[in-house]
Nanobody
Framework: VQLQAYGGGLVQPGGSLRLSCTAS????????IGWLRQVPGKERDFVAA????????YYADSVKGRFTISRDNVKNTLYLQMNSLKPEDTAVYFC?????????????????????WGQGTQVTVSS
């Protein structure tokens, strides 16, 4: 399972970015997918996860109301729309997959619940 996140960059506080995650050589259909982020010297933190459809979404409290996770199963792509960005959102963002659906927030919020990881993309929020 190969995942690749992209779309990161430098943005001013209050700005927006949309991250994308694509899969190589396999379909994302059988997987719930999440976004996690990591700051150097710290552990990876959960950001958001989505099941088969938009009916199953989970968010970390720190991003709720600002970030939106979505997936396009036809394009085999995962998205993270990030609005009202703050300096504390600065991190490397990773997408990851798990074959577990309906796991609930307590399951997806644990990074080790995701079995397959992609290369990250850097998001820097700074003026």
């Amino acid at each position: 399972v190969q995942l690749q996140a992209y779309g990161g960059g430098l943005v001013q506080p209050g700005g927006s970015l949309r991250l994308s995650c694509t899969a190589s050589g396999f379909t994302l259909d059988p997987y719930a997918i999440g976004w996690l982020r990591q700051v150097p010297g710290k552990e990876r933190d959960f950001v958001a996860a989505i099941g088969w459809s938009d009916d199953e979404q989970y968010y970390a409290d720190s991003v709720k109301g600002r970030f939106t996770i979505s997936r396009d199963n036809v394009k085999n792509t995962l998205y993270l729309q990030m609005n009202s960005l703050k300096p504390e959102d600065t991190a490397v963002y990773f997408c990851a997959a798990t074959p577990v659906f309906n796991g609930g927030y307590n399951y997806y919020s644990v990074p080790s619940s995701f079995a397959s990881w992609g290369q990250g993309t850097q998001v820097t929020v700074s003026s």
